[in-house]
T-cell receptor, first 113, second 117 residues
């Protein structure tokens, strides 16, 4: 079945450590996105990528980094510079970044100890 | 900057009744798309309905329909014959092309809908 796979589903990190969240899609979509979801805050865009080897900052990119070396993969690294990293992270993809429906993964819950 | 406002943090409705969730947005763009997404307790986000701004006709998908008022920048979602499986967070979302290969994607903060048996 086609879809988006995020891993791990749950992750614990000590303060000062970097952590990478994986996002893989087999939908042959061009665009991929990372969102952060906090209670009462809705979804906030961290980074998005429309094509391989290109990505753009969203509204809350500080403390995060991404890469897009393959069409299928868009990993997100939460760095030690992110002051409040505990959150639920959602990865999404779409056929056309401007008009297309977003398809979401099941999310990754990151907790900083 | 684009903004999306959902003024109802929580709502409830009796099973089989009709409920309307409100959404307003602010933009200077003329071409854009609007969406309603549903996030059930499983947290898997799925698309409910989509509306192109250039279309005057309101979108419908089975029991879900929208009331799109472009001049008022309003995009409400009506759920008819509510079912227990409609219990979820509902997010209004807005996408507009802002030029130079970039586009703005903005979500509202969500409305938590509970369907009561």
């Amino acid at each position: 079945d086609g879809g988006i796979t995020q891993s791990p589903k749950y992750l614990f990190r000590k303060e000062g450590q970097n952590v990478t969240l994986s996002c893989e899609q087999n939908l042959n979509h061009d665009a991929m996105y990372w969102y952060r979801q906090d209670p009462g805050q809705g979804l906030r865009l961290i980074y998005y990528s429309q094509i391989v080897n290109d990505f753009q900052k969203g509204d809350i990119a500080e403390g995060y980094s991404v890469s897009r070396e393959k069409k299928e993969s868009f990993p997100l690294t939460v760095t030690s510079a992110q002051k409040n990293p505990t959150a639920f992270y959602l990865c999404a993809s779409s056929i056309f970044g401007y008009t297309g429906e977003l398809f979401f993964g099941e999310g990754s819950r990151l907790t900083v100890l | 900057a684009q903004t999306v406002t959902q003024s109802q943090p929580e709502m409830s409705v009796q099973e089989a009744e009709t409920v309307t969730l409100s959404c307003t947005y602010d933009t200077s763009e003329s071409n854009y798309y609007l969406f309603w997404y549903k996030q059930p307790p499983s947290r898997q986000m799925i698309l409910v309905i989509r509306q192109e701004a250039y279309k005057q006709q309101n979108a419908t998908e089975n029991r879900f329909s929208v009331n799109f008022q472009k001049a008022a920048k309003s995009f409400s979602l009506k759920i008819s014959d509510s079912q227990l499986g409609d219990t979820a967070m509902y997010f209004c979302a807005f996408i507009a092309y802002s030029g130079a290969g970039s586009y703005q994607l903005t979500f509202g903060k969500g409305t938590k809908l509970s369907v009561i048996p």
